[in-house]
Antibody, heavy 117, light 106 residues
Framework: EVQLVESGGGLVQPGRSLTLSCTGS????????MHWVRQAPGKGLEWVGF??????????EYAASVKGRFTISRDDSKHIAYLQMNSLKTEDTALYYC????????WGPGTLVTVSS | DIQLTQSPSFLSTSVGDRVTITCRAS??????LAWYQQKPGKAPKLLIY???ALRSGVPSRFSGSGSGTEFTLTISSLQPEDFATYYC?????????FGQGTKLEI
C-alpha cells in the first residue's frame, strides 16, 4: 500500500526557515517524481513544486510564488523528499501535502505550517 | 502560466440531482486534465485523469469530458457522500495549476 507522510510543520516567525519532510513507503521511491501542494486555510489548492527522479537529474521546478525561497530535494536511500522553505512570509501559512507524480493519485495527510510573529 | 477557471464556484444541489462543473483553460491543454474531490479535513482524492478516464474504484456516476480548453465533470445522480469541493488541475505543463474549486452544498 502506497503511503506518504509529511512532517516538520509548525509555527515559525516571518523571515525564518523551516524544512518539511515527506516519507514514502509501499512503492519504489526512487522511481517517482515527488510533488508538493499547499492549501491555505479555507482556500484552494496551490501546486508548489516538484523534483524529478535521479534518472532525470533530480532537478526541480517551482511555482513563481516560492521560486528562489523554497528548495525541494530528495534522499532516495531514506525514502524522503524535503521541502526547505526560507524567507517565510505570512502568506506561506498553509497545509502542505506531498504527492507522487502526476496525476496525483496518492496524497499524504499534510503538515501545517503557520507563519506568524 | 496556464490559468484554470471553474464554474460555478458554489452550487446548491440536492440528492439525486445531475451536476455539471465546467473548467476552462486559458490555453489548450489537449486532454491533460484531472479532477479531484476534497472533503473537509481530508486530502484531495483523484477522480478522473486524462480528462475522461475514471480512476479505479471511483463510482461510475462520475464522468469527465472535454479537450483543448473546455472540460466538464458530471455527476449523474448526486449522492449524500458527494457533497464536497471539486478541483480541476492541468497536467500539461508546470506550474501544474488548479482551478479555484467548486463547492457543492445542500
Amino acid at each position: 500500500e502506497v503511503q506518504l507522510v509529511e512532517s516538520g510543520g509548525g509555527l515559525v516567525q516571518p523571515g525564518r526557515s523551516l524544512t518539511l519532510s515527506c516519507t514514502g513507503s509501499g512503492f519504489t521511491f526512487g522511481d517517482y517524481a515527488m510533488h508538493w501542494v499547499r492549501q491555505a486555510p479555507g482556500k484552494g489548492l496551490e501546486w508548489v513544486g516538484f523534483i524529478r527522479t535521479k534518472d532525470f537529474g533530480e532537478t526541480a521546478e517551482y511555482a513563481a510564488s516560492v521560486k528562489g525561497r523554497f528548495t525541494i530535494s530528495r534522499d532516495d536511500s531514506k525514502h524522503i523528499a524535503y521541502l526547505q522553505m526560507n524567507s517565510l512570509k505570512t502568506e506561506d501559512t498553509a497545509l502542505y501535502y506531498c504527492t507522487l507524480e502526476l496525476p496525483f493519485e496518492y496524497w499524504g495527510p499534510g503538515t501545517l505550517v503557520t507563519v506568524s510573529s | 502560466d496556464i490559468q484554470l477557471t471553474q464554474s460555478p464556484s458554489f452550487l446548491s444541489t440536492s440528492v439525486g440531482d445531475r451536476v455539471t462543473i465546467t473548467c476552462r483553460a486559458s490555453q489548450g491543454i489537449n486532454s491533460y486534465l484531472a479532477w479531484y474531490q476534497q472533503k473537509p479535513g481530508k486530502a484531495p482524492k483523484l477522480l478522473i485523469y486524462a480528462a475522461s478516464a475514471l480512476r479505479s474504484g471511483v463510482p461510475s456516476r462520475f464522468s469527465g469530458s472535454g479537450s483543448g480548453t473546455e472540460f466538464t465533470l458530471t455527476i449523474s445522480s448526486l449522492q449524500p457522500e458527494d457533497f464536497a469541493t471539486y478541483y480541476c488541475q492541468q497536467l500539461n505543463s508546470y506550474p501544474y495549476t488548479f482551478g479555484q474549486g467548486t463547492k457543492l452544498e445542500i
